[in-house]
């Protein structure tokens, strides 16, 4: 790799970092680009020579904010009885205490949208889809009859509720929930649920 090529892949990563320690201080609506370039000392317009828009910026970021969320759920399935039950619990609880813990970023992935005709990238599709893998294979085993197709309508649906909570508990208005009890009430949330679709498939 030429000394060139070498600078730029560093400011890029430069970038990258500075842009998410700016996320998580200032939320989605902070990330300036003057003040970007500032930190990493390049010039305002040299941070579209690193990457294509301010949206791969940030879905750049989102990468990694999704890489840590797919880390903290592995760890949640392996730290207690491999029920598969109570794994979608430990999953559901460990991505609540993610978003407390890391906010903003958290709020970022779904707050920042996209221009209507542009596409997301596929490598940010599949950042975005490879989590799932956490809530399809305890689903799998707890609904032997349902196809891959229904178990992932399923998978979203399950998710979709628990987003829900954590997006309204974590709000910081009036609707707010202590953390331990939106820890208590997720838990509740998906034991009801996943009981409710055993007996449903019975």
């Not at 990258?16 to 317009?45: H, P, Q, V, Y």
């Not at 029920?83 to 609880?93: F, G, N």
């Not at 309508?153 to 709000?171: C, D, K, P």
Request: charged share 30%; with cysteine; proline share 4%.
């Amino acid at each position: 790799m030429s000394k060139a090529l070498e600078r730029r892949e560093k400011l890029r990563s430069d970038l990258i970092l500075a842009a998410e320690r700016m996320i998580a201080e200032r939320g989605l609506s902070g990330l300036k680009t003057r003040d970007l370039a500032r930190e990493i000392g390049c010039a305002n317009g040299a941070v579209y020579n690193l990457v294509e828009d301010i949206d791969e910026l940030i879905l750049r970021v989102g990468s990694r904010t999704l890489l840590r969320l797919d880390e903290a759920l592995s760890t949640a399935e392996g730290a207690g009885e491999p029920s598969p039950r109570e794994t979608l619990v430990r999953i559901a609880i460990a991505y609540c205490d993610f978003a407390a813990d890391n906010l903003q970023l958290w709020r970022a992935l779904f707050e920042h949208r996209m221009e209507a005709d542009k596409v997301v990238p596929d490598w940010s599709v599949a950042d975005q889809l490879q989590l799932f893998r956490h809530i399809n294979k305890p689903l799998t085993a707890l609904l032997p009859k349902r196809s891959p197709e229904q178990l992932g309508i399923t998978a979203r649906s399950l998710f979709s509720a628990v987003h829900g909570m954590v997006a309204l508990g974590l709000e910081q208005k009036l609707v707010a929930v202590p953390l331990p009890a939106l820890r208590k009430e997720i838990a509740d949330l998906v034991r009801a649920t996943i009981d409710g679709l055993i007996a449903r498939e019975r």
